[in-house]
């Protein structure tokens, strides 16, 4: 191709002229385009908006099906999927009708508000008419119900991926009204990447026109990866791992309504700091399910890695509900058991969080002071036995090691404290065990 340009070039100074019929890979090299790399979020500086994006899949060739089942079998761990029945929308009534088009439409709002990617596709299974115009009725149906859809979508989601030729056509102009689009680049190899005019129902959003035909099996999968939200910035192990490597602390402050957690965010989002929420069984009890998501929202739609932690988990029921409600890790508190006790205690809990990629942290020995109504004796609390600990880090495969260096829960003395900070370089030394967990509870967080 370069060299055929190359020849036209000169034939050019011959004043001779030239009417091209040509593919894209003609214009680009005649006019001297550099290839470039996809374009990303980033590249738009949209990385840290935590918005849900919207993949519309209208496109029956098989290419598009496969492509479908490896965006589903790579990303089904985060995508909501939402699939519009074909047969309701061309071939039941308009009641039926009616009702699919608000159902997915009504599900795909509250699945972006919720800052979760969303792909809305048709089900799979072709269906035609028994003459041309009969199957050209159908699509119209299918196309014009996918239009509906998305313009009652008020959400305005972090970007759009539309798979399909007339699909990208309709939704850009009849359901999101553009007139315009700047072109930014390309998504990938022969995939535009369009930023919606002014005039359009979600101005600069970034629309993505995926062809049906166009790329791998994997292609769909590779697109929606890179510009889908993630999850969560980091895990609780991730996060100390950096703290680790940084020789940094993290802090975690227990919080105990939405204003708590929103605080903390806010703090650390400042300070582009990482931080963990801590949740104790008291203030689970009190909040229930709704403070969880409240903190786990929180944690999902940081600018900064935060994570959320169940602190002091004192019984084993309350541990293994708290496995399934969304925690990234979980203290296990068995100080108050025997050595036995608390070694079978936490190794029973261990292997299951474990099996959820959970971390988990236990405590050995008692603070002594005062933390949400507990009261511990000094008599009852002692320092960390350096020989005890290892044989309950072996037995329990924990992760974490809350230590008592002489640190207490509350206020300290008016002596001040006596931290015995060599403790902590000896357990590091001859223990497996990462992380360890020192409570500075008489830090003051004022509004």
Known sequence: MAVFSAGMIQANFLAESFLCRTAASFVSTRIGIIPKAPILPKDLGINKERKGGLIVVGSYVPKTTKQVEELKLQCGHFLKKLEVSVDKLAMKSLEEREEEINRVAEMANLFLGASKDTLIMTSRELITGKTACESLEINFKVSSALVEIVRRKSTRPRYILAKGGITSSDLATKALEAKCAKVVGQALAGIPLWQLGPESRHPGVPYIVFPGNVGDSKALADVVKSWALPSRLSSTKELLLNAERGGYVVGAFNVYNMEGAEAVVAAAEEENSPAILLIHPSALKQGGIPLVACCVSAAEQANVPITVHFDHGTSKQ????????????????????????????????????????????????????????????????????????????????????????????????????????????????????????VAIDNVRIES
């Open 318 to 437: 309350e541990l293994v509900e708290a496995l399934d409600l969304g925690f990234d890790s979980l203290m296990v508190d068995g100080s108050h058991l025997s050595l036995k006790d608390n070694i079978a205690y936490t190794k029973y809990i261990s292997l299951l969080a474990h099996s959820k990629n959970m971390l988990v942290e236990a405590e050995l020995v008692r603070l002594s002071g005062t933390e949400d109504d507990l009261t511990v004796e000094d008599y009852e609390a002692r320092l960390t036995d350096v020989n005890q600990a290892e044989e309950f880090i072996d037995e329990t495969g924990i992760d974490a090691l809350a230590m008592c260096i002489g640190n207490v829960h509350g206020k300290y003395p008016a002596s001040g404290p006596n931290l015995r900070l060599d403790l902590l370089k000896v357990k590091y030394k001859q223990s497996n065990v990462s992380y360890f967990s």
